[in-house]
């Protein structure tokens, strides 16, 4: 009984992960969380872009592509996603829409499912939002994930890389809905906010806005850039018909203030599953503004109240609103020993959807929307480091974690890598349960945690606390080994830096297969 109770237990799980990404499941935004942090913003002048793609269907898998010298012919494919059941997980399935012409070199970068920093240091955190259904068109090549791939492959700088995202636009076309890609470079980063031109039209129609040196940013599943300053162009791009389909198409009169939010994504800024998450953003990096949790607009960006560390990242990833009004645990109490009434350790903040519902019913848990900024969908997560005081080879740096970051752990990538540990490079949605794949070893800790969470999240504790700073703390020394081995010899330095990486990836795998046995054994009576 009690084995049956647990697999009672996983079926909203396994039910829920038939749900893809881009559905919107009575309000709620399935999609990923993107933090920006400027570099006079942050402790030691890196720029940060971030991401957690929280998605039911993207690969977990992390590949390593190099740079290359193409043939005076070569091209790319460009494919289209799609829904594939067929196997162990869902899954996407890539249609192949065409091919586009080839640079005859590119810079080698870290394939990710939205690739995500190249040699350059050139990074890119997303956010899926949407926007107006009637901008979608499928006549066009590029999606968010292949338009990814091309900056990385061809940029060096932020600029660069939404000059040329605007020109293959143009003549290749956007096949995708409403995204914002944060591209950072090592001295600055920038929101890009991109929609369809229309149906059955070729194009896209696009805005970037400079997060300023000093500011921090976050986007979360909503358009977020409003007013555009056509002359200041340090601090906004945009494409040539970034007002003429808004006129075409009676969303915008002369004379009035234009928004990009409200003229090609109004939907999105009545979202409570995004607004609820820019203010905790804000509200946890700086708190003397006093933002209100209800508030429809928040700034594109803040200043924080203090610089922000990596430590302060990490943690804003892992927050579920606890000690808020909208702490999801709030109304499950339970008598302790003494009969104070508490948070139940059963009380679970990676709660699926049908529980949330019954916290509702209930009078519990928030608006219809709710969702909290870590999430136990996400398949993987980066916190990425520019650094202008530092080589290429050492400056760029992805703190990558799998699965939902609240129980796991964010390990040092450099973006000169030349592999990965194999564990990392097998995805764990096409296998299914596999001890070959590092994501299952992080899923089934989280979904094992998530059953007793007040207490399990203890013993995580215990374990990647001091992992964590472990890791961050050696980064000094390491770097600094790095400096000194690039002065000689580049390949030593970046073959330094490939072990360095691979040993803590393993580590990490290792540790969190141990947790998750511990879990299992420690509180097996408690089911």
């Known amino acids: 009984m009690k084995k049956l109770f647990f697999f009672i237990l996983l079926i909203p799980n396994i039910l829920i992960a038939q749900i893809d990404k881009s559905d919107w499941i009575n309000g709620f935004a399935d999609g990923c969380t993107s933090i920006t942090v400027g570099k006079l913003a942050s402790s030691d002048g890196s720029v940060y872009t971030s991401h ?62 939205y690739p995500c920093i190249n040699e350059k240091q050139l990074a890119i955190g997303e956010s899926t939002f949407g926007g107006r259904p009637e901008l979608v068109s499928s006549i066009g ?33 956007w096949i995708d809905e409403g995204e914002c890609l944060t591209i950072a470079d090592k001295n ?61 198409n009676n969303w915008w009169k002369e004379g009035e203030t234009f928004r990009f939010c409200y003229v090609y994504a109004p939907e999105t800024r009545t979202s409570i599953a995004a607004r609820r998450r820019e203010w905790r953003v804000f509200d946890l990096l700086a708190p003397s503004l006093k933002l209100d949790p209800n508030a ?39 008598p302790d020993k003494e009969g104070k009434m508490v948070i139940s350790p059963l009380a679970n903040p990676q709660m699926p959807y049908d529980m949330t519902k019954m916290l509702r019913l209930n009078g519990g848990w928030g608006e219809l929307g709710e969702r909290t900024i870590s999430r136990w969908y996400t398949m993987y997560a980066t916190i990425i480091q520019c650094r202008n005081f530092l080589p290429d080879e050492i400056g760029g740096l992805v703190w990558l974690a799998l699965d939902n970051v609240a129980s796991s752990v964010y390990v040092p990538v450099y973006g000169c890598v030349t592999d990965l540990p194999a564990e990392y490079k097998t995805c764990g949605r096409e296998t299914g349960f596999s001890r070959k794949a590092a994501w299952w070893a992080f899923n089934r800790l989280g979904t094992l945690s998530a059953h007793r969470w007040g207490d399990m999240q203890h013993d995580l ?26 002065k000689s010899n580049k390949k030593k330095c970046i073959k330094f830096l490939t072990d360095y990486s691979n040993q803590k990836c393993s580590e990490a795998v290792e540790k969190a297969w141990d947790l998750g046995d511990h879990l299992w054994t420690k509180y097996d009576e408690l089911w």
């Open 296 to 334: 429809e607009n928040y700034p594109f960006s803040v200043k924080p109240d203090k610089p922000v560390t990596l430590e302060d990242l990490i943690a804003v990833f892992k927050d579920q609103y606890e000690g808020t009004d909208f702490d999801m645990r709030k109304t499950l109490l339970v």
């Open 52 to 113: 957690t793609d929280d998605s039911h269907r993207t690969r977990s898998n992390i590949l390593i592509e190099p740079n290359r010298t193409h043939k005076d012919d070569a091209t790319v494919e460009m494919f289209k996603r799609g829904r594939c059941d067929t196997t162990k997980m869902p899954t996407y399935s890539y249609i192949k829409v065409g091919e586009i012409p080839q640079l005859k070199n590119t810079y080698g970068y870290i394939n990710s499912a």
């Open 141 to 173: 090549l590029i999606d968010c994930e292949r338009l990814c791939q091309l900056m990385l492959e061809r940029c060096s700088t932020a600029r660069q890389a939404i000059t040329t995202a605007g020109e293959l636009l143009a003549e290749y076309g």
């Open 188 to 248: 600055e980063v920038w929101h890009l906010e991109i929609v369809g031109p229309g149906k059955d039209k070729k194009g896209a129609i696009w805005v970037a806005q400079r997060v300023p040196d000093n500011h921090v940013s976050v986007n979360a599943n909503a358009s977020t850039i409003k007013e555009v300053d056509v002359d200041d162009l340090d601090h906004f791009m945009f494409s040539d018909n970034l007002f003429s389909v808004a006129l075409e």
């Open 461 to 486: 504790d215990e374990v990647w606390v001091p992992f964590q700073k472990e890791m961050i703390s050696n980064q000094k020394d390491i770097e600094t080994q790095a400096l000194e081995l690039l």
